[in-house]
């Protein structure tokens, strides 16, 4: 879709300030969708605009794409509004759909991670409520079920099983890092460069990474799967399905950043989360362990890990971080990062700390100090 920015006008700008409006972000109108007036992008809009990213875990840059669209339009539904039920040809989405997964979540039925999509696995899980509480289990989602949960409501809160099995399935997976399949995920691709300064590209880079990363899991007998080649670039959503396909344990996604001060720099990673309590804590820890173990070996400016809403990490179905790896914008990170010496390091940090994940604090070593030979001899003798 066209980006919408400040200074823009039109029917689109007016649909998206009245959807701010209905969410509290923008005062009342008198007037009508069609009035001029209510069809500019203004400093307002653009406030009541952030206001809504910083809510929803997205980039709060102020402008409309197609993330924010999305997150806008599914901002319209509240659990109610419409019936709900998974519709093959084209999945039913919106802010009912995470309340509804939420609420299923609570109650202990494991509809997945909560990601706004009324998918295969939402309805099983509805189906099972639904024939708990002697409804019709049909799968759809209408004023008798609603009624039943509403009835639950003062009864039953907290609790995110879902989050629970993330973490018993790592603490099963044991220690070894062979055989755990991880998706990689280099950003753009293709014609799409990212961000580009001076003679520095983010998709060259990110696949490069990608590929000294992939080598060195492929050594330890994991398998490691790239959601892309150097010429093809999918769009977030058939990355999460490529991995959520290919059964993956984890999934990497690798990105450089960029910013209008040239002395932003360092090395910043996310996770699944929206701000309310839902987190990945998988994802969490993971993003956290990068950090550490970047930081520790190159002396990165640690800009921490954060919980974001991302298409690549909300609609994964396995613990999955994205990582920026360094500013471009910023000579000394720049530098570092056409370096291939340093994105070995880059790599091998990555690495380990997938290892560390593993390890649940086991047999582990300060952080910074493990290196690709010690985990490859403490893979050799785990297999002894």
């Not at 997945?112 to 019709?136: C, M, W």
Request: glycine content about 10%; hydrophobic content about 40%; charged content about 25%.
């Amino acid at each position: 879709m066209q980006l919408l920015h400040r200074g823009d006008f039109g029917p689109a700008v007016a649909e998206i300030k009245a959807i701010l409006t209905s969410q509290g972000l923008l005062p009342p109108s008198n007037g009508h969708i069609g009035d001029d007036h209510e069809q500019v992008f203004d400093g307002l809009v653009e406030h009541a605009v952030r206001a809504f990213q910083q809510q929803r875990g997205l980039i709060t840059d102020g402008v409309v794409g197609t993330a924010t669209y999305r997150a806008l339009r599914d901002a319209r539904w509240n659990l109610g509004d419409r019936p709900l039920a998974y519709q093959i040809s084209q999945s039913i989405t919106g802010d009912d759909v995470f309340a509804l997964q939420e609420r299923l979540l609570e109650l202990g039925y494991d509809a997945g991670r909560p990601n706004k999509v009324f998918g295969s696995q939402t309805e099983h899980a509805l189906k099972s409520f639904q024939r708990d509480y002697g409804i019709t289990a049909d799968g759809v989602f209408g004023p008798e079920t609603l009624r039943s949960l509403r009835q639950l409501m003062p009864k039953v809160r907290g609790g995110r099983p879902v989050l629970l099995r993330e973490q018993e399935r790592v603490r099963t997976a044991g220690p070894r890092l062979r055989g755990k399949r991880i998706v990689l995920d280099p950003g753009h691709g293709g014609s799409d460069r990212g961000a580009v300064v001076e003679d520095a590209a983010e998709a060259e880079l990110a696949w490069d990474l990608a590929r000294r990363l992939e080598g060195r899991m492929v050594a330890t007998g994991m398998e490691a799967l790239l959601v892309r080649g150097p010429d093809t670039c999918p769009p977030e959503a058939e990355r999460a399905a490529f991995a959520n396909d290919a059964g993956a344990d984890l999934f990497l996604s690798l990105h450089t950043d960029t910013n209008p001060s040239p002395a932003a720099q360092g090395i910043a990673s996310y996770h699944f989360g929206t701000g309310n309590g839902t987190t990945s804590t998988v994802g969490e820890a993971l993003a956290g362990y990068i950090q550490r173990e970047v930081v520790a070996k190159t002396g990165m400016v640690d800009c921490g890990a954060h919980p974001k809403t991302w298409e690549v990490l909300r609609l994964t179905r396995m613990p999955a971080v994205h990582i920026e790896v360094g500013y471009l914008t910023n000579a000394t990170d720049r530098r570092r990062l056409m370096d291939p010496t340093f994105r070995d390091i880059l790599a091998e940090r990555i690495l380990v700390a997938v290892k560390r994940l593993y390890l649940l604090g086991e047999n582990d070593q300060p952080t910074g100090t493990f290196t690709f030979d010690d985990l490859l001899r403490h893979e050799l003798a785990k297999i002894d």
